[in-house]
């Protein structure tokens, strides 16, 4: 089993959770009250609000992002928690089913991200809360997949990925891609996110 990685999915999968939570309570006090100020509405760049009321905010047959989360998120703690006190071993075509899965939730989370940085040009902080932890449960899926080799690669292929693996490079490739994430957000709105 892959210890480290299931806590790695527990964790974020909670905090995006949480993240999701927060934004469906900020949804309906803004559908209360249209007007209203956010708590996490901090300054002109970083406004949950501005991207509330976007189209992308419920472009997944009109469902607002967040309770699509609601939905999501418990899974995949439920299946860090049975792999890691219950004992859980998954068959390939679970994890399979489970990195896919994962994998269009990163990939929906970053077309969110890139709508905020360059068509919105606002950013809500707990949308970053989510597209952090959606890279960090994508990584630990991936760890788990690839260890188990999941997608039947050749055995010479698959040493070379164990390999890499054992050497840990994977985490300074995840690392290097955050750094790059929050170097966009910099050269896009520089000061003006202290503002």
């Given at each position: ?8 999915l527990l964790?974020?999968?909670t905090?995006a959770?949480?993240?999701?939570f927060v ?5 309906i006090?803004?559908l209360q ?5 956010l708590?996490c ?10 991207v ?9 047959f ?13 899974v995949?703690?439920?299946v ?6 219950g004992g859980?071993r ?13 994998f269009?939730g ?10 905020s940085l ?16 959606c ?8 760890h788990?997949?690839l ?7 050749k055995?010479k292929?698959?040493a ?17 891609w ?18």
């Amino acid at each position: 089993m892959h210890k480290k990685s299931f806590w790695v999915l527990l964790v974020f999968a909670t905090v995006a959770l949480i993240a999701a939570f927060v934004l469906s309570l900020e949804k309906i006090h803004l559908l209360q009250e249209p007007d209203a100020i956010l708590s996490c509405s901090l300054n002109v760049v970083l406004n949950c609000s501005t991207v509330m009321q976007s189209w992308q905010s419920t472009a997944f047959f009109g469902i607002p992002n967040m309770y699509i989360g609601l939905m999501a998120f418990p899974v995949l703690i439920t299946v860090a928690v049975a792999a890691l006190w219950g004992g859980a071993r998954y068959s390939r075509n679970f994890l399979r089913t489970m990195t896919v899965g994962v994998f269009l939730g990163t990939v929906f989370a970053y077309w969110l991200f890139f709508s905020s940085l360059y068509d919105i040009r606002v950013l809500c902080p707990w949308c970053l809360v989510v597209t952090v932890s959606c890279t960090l449960m994508l990584a630990a899926t991936l760890h788990i997949g690839l260890k188990e080799n999941i997608w039947n690669v050749k055995k010479k292929t698959n040493a070379v990925v164990q390999s890499f693996l054992n050497s840990g490079y994977h985490q300074l490739v995840v690392a290097a891609w955050l750094v790059l994430m929050v170097a966009l957000v910099f050269m896009q709105f520089g000061a003006a996110l202290f503002a």
